[in-house]
């Protein structure tokens, strides 16, 4: 019998902090297509495992598409318009990239936001990503649109300080987290994902991380 009253249905938006909401599935229905769209760039600016500025090397492999793409190497955090490994311009954002990212950004409540900057993550079992904040974009008026997209994980998501408390949301394919405005500096992560096999995306979680970097 259809529960009017009890938990939300899975797809309503639920709040984690001001400014931050959590847009459960917001993204799958066209999960085939992005996952395609992530093979293209990735046909053309091949995943990599980046060097940190202390020497270490990221456990997540990463590329981008659109203008601006996120770098980190023994010189620093920052944003390039040539992708080192292939001496190119980072391929230029799928349409469908795009249009989802602004569609929930408008879906959480801020309108107009047109990504320069997708940065793809893709997540092997055992791979994580400690707690961040992300600050090396040019305006921090711009909310960050945050896509997972194949095996689940949990996302970490703290506040302010990197050692307040920390909200455990689990992310499933299709789901999309936005923060900005008030939280949008806020500390957040991603616990190590468990191995798994998704039927669309395989051994791997992907995410989308869509901002306006300059
Ligand atoms: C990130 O913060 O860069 C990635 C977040 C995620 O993979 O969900
Ligand atoms: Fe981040």
Request: hydrophobic share 40%; glycine share 14%; with cysteine.
């Amino acid at each position: 019998m259809l529960d009017l009253f009890g938990d939300p249905s899975p797809g309503s938006p639920r709040l984690l902090a001001e400014g931050a909401w959590l847009l459960p599935g917001f993204a799958t229905g066209p999960g085939r297509a992005l996952l395609t769209a992530i093979g293209t760039v990735a046909g053309h600016t091949p995943f990599r495992q980046m060097e940190t500025p202390g020497g270490g090397r990221m456990s997540v492999a990463m590329t981008s598409c659109g203008h601006l793409g996120w770098l980190t190497d023994r010189s620093g955090y920052r944003y390039g318009v040539v992708d080192p490994v292939t001496g190119q311009p980072w391929p230029t954002m799928p349409l469908i990239l795009a249009e989802l990212a602004a569609r929930a950004a408008g879906a959480a409540g801020y309108p107009g936001f047109q990504p320069d900057s997708c940065l793809i993550n893709r997540y092997a079992p055992g791979t994580r990503m400690g707690l961040h904040q992300d600050r090396d974009e040019a305006d921090m008026a711009h909310p960050i649109v945050s896509v997972s997209l194949g095996l689940p994980a949990i996302f970490l998501f703290g506040g302010r300080t990197r050692t307040g408390p920390v909200q455990r949301v689990p992310l499933h394919h299709g789901d999309i987290v936005v923060w900005g405005g008030p939280s949008r500096r806020f500390y957040h992560g991603v616990a190590p994902v468990a191995a798994g096999e998704h039927p669309l995306a395989g051994p791997f979680r992907y995410n989308l991380t869509f901002r306006r970097a300059g």
